[in-house]
């Protein structure tokens, strides 16, 4: 067990410099996931808009004073001069984003059916007008409606009623069915996770590889006994003991940081599918220490392999929000089937899917055509070499 042993003295050498690694990209992990699960515990709830409004009332009635209370209830009235250049640099500037002017005579208007227009001036790009443009709609429509359907009601007790009626509110609770709630930090960490472990496992291969790569430790290599295939079998041993260590420590901690983790059903696919990952990357690892030819490369290309698919599979940015171009290039990367594989044991129902098995399966395969590829290439350079 020579050369397992050369290895493991080489990783114990090496240790603090990787644990550097693995303590940065456990700290960035744990941060991105807490970040990430709190937007989206924001997105997943409900919370009316309230927009900045300018609203300029031409005539003074019950109907005007009674619109304008309700929609300082549903809107930040701001207080601008009446003067087109204030009102244009409001808008630009974005002091409001809508302005509302009633026109003398709208509220004869309005009781006679046929009501004056309401002249509105808004920002083209601000969506949360349409949350205004709601306000609206809802007092003078609901209005509208008891005018109709109370002929003989004077205009206070219609105020009255649509006042009434709109200050009941609706409450809005966002729940999830067929099964229980998925744990969002749970999937934003191990999601993340594929971008700590390959990066570590890079590193620390790269750094052994190279060192069987140094030309009077090959030489004596070749002449000692000990076979070539024993040769080969040590080395991915070594790394194997240090993939497992880095699976291992990267599990634990998520154990330690995450105070309501549990080991159910969905946390052991979680894991499973996070062990497929440490196969695949020790894979990618063999692979790319087999090509390196330089030791000042070797923090490069682990950004490169780490970084670059994580950001067109999933892991930063969503696969919900990348384009169909994105997730067609991200296909070739063993990441977007192990994030894939994440998200659906997350959203995980009463009943298995079997999409979950599929893309692991992918995803090993990936580690096996590394490993294939790695000993291809080793066996290509030693009879070049030779």
Same mark, same amino acid.
């Given at each position: ?29 744990? #941060?991105?996931?807490?970040?990430? =699960? *709190? ?5 997943? %709830?409900?919370?009316? $808009? /309230? !927009? &900045? +409004? ?95 359907? #109370?002929?003989?009601?004077?205009? =206070? *007790? ?5 006042? %009434?009626?709109?200050? $009941? /509110? !609706? &409450? +809005? ?95 052991? #696919? ?117």
């Amino acid at each position: 067990m020579q050369v397992f042993n050369v290895s493991m003295k080489v990783l114990k050498r090496n240790a603090p410099s990787i644990l550097i690694y693995l303590g940065i990209f456990l700290g960035l992990s744990l #941060l991105f996931a807490s970040n990430s =699960s *709190e937007q989206e515990a924001e997105y997943a %709830s409900f919370e009316t $808009v /309230k !927009t &900045p +409004v300018a609203l300029f009332l031409e005539e003074d009635t019950p109907l005007t004073r009674s619109f304008e209370a309700y929609l300082k209830e549903n809107a930040y009235l701001v207080t601008v001069k009446d003067e087109e250049k204030t009102l244009a640099d409001a808008l630009y500037f974005r002091i409001v984003t809508y302005v509302i002017r009633i026109p003398e005579g709208f509220t004869d208007s309005f009781l006679d059916g046929e009501p004056l227009p309401i002249v509105k001036e808004t920002l083209p790009d601000a969506i949360t007008n349409i949350y205004t443009d709601l306000s609206i709609e809802n007092f003078f429509n609901t209005a509208r409606v008891y005018i109709e359907s #109370l002929p003989d009601a004077s205009l =206070s *007790e219609v105020l009255e009623k649509t006042n %009434s009626t709109l200050s $009941v /509110k !609706t &409450p +809005v609770n966002v729940e999830t069915y067929g099964g229980e709630k998925p744990s969002s930090y749970t999937r934003f960490y191990f999601n993340y996770m594929s971008y700590s472990m390959v990066s570590i496992l890079v590193l620390g291969t790269s750094i052994i590889m190279l060192l069987w790569r140094d030309l009077p430790l090959l030489r004596r290599t070749e002449v000692s006994p000990l076979k070539k295939s024993s040769i080969q079998l040590q080395k991915v041993m070594s790394l194997g003991v240090f993939t497992l260590l880095t699976f291992v420590l990267l599990n634990v901690f998520y154990f330690l940081v995450n105070r309501n983790a549990v080991l159910d059903d969905k946390t052991l #696919l979680h894991i499973g599918n996070s062990f497929i990952l440490a196969f695949t990357s020790m894979g990618m690892s063999f692979l790319v220490g087999t090509l390196l030819k330089s030791r000042n490369a070797i923090t490069a290309v682990s950004n490169v392999v780490s970084l670059g698919p994580s950001f067109i599979s999933g892991v930063f940015v969503p696969q919900a929000l990348l384009g169909e171009g994105v997730l067609t290039l991200a296909k070739v990367t063993p990441t977007y089937y192990y994030v894939t594989a994440n998200e659906l044991i997350a959203a995980l129902g009463n009943s298995m899917n079997e999409k979950i098995y599929t893309n692991m399966m992918i995803l090993f395969a990936f580690g096996i055509v590394f490993f294939l590829l790695a000993f291809y290439f080793g066996q290509r350079r030693k009879t070049t070499s030779s």
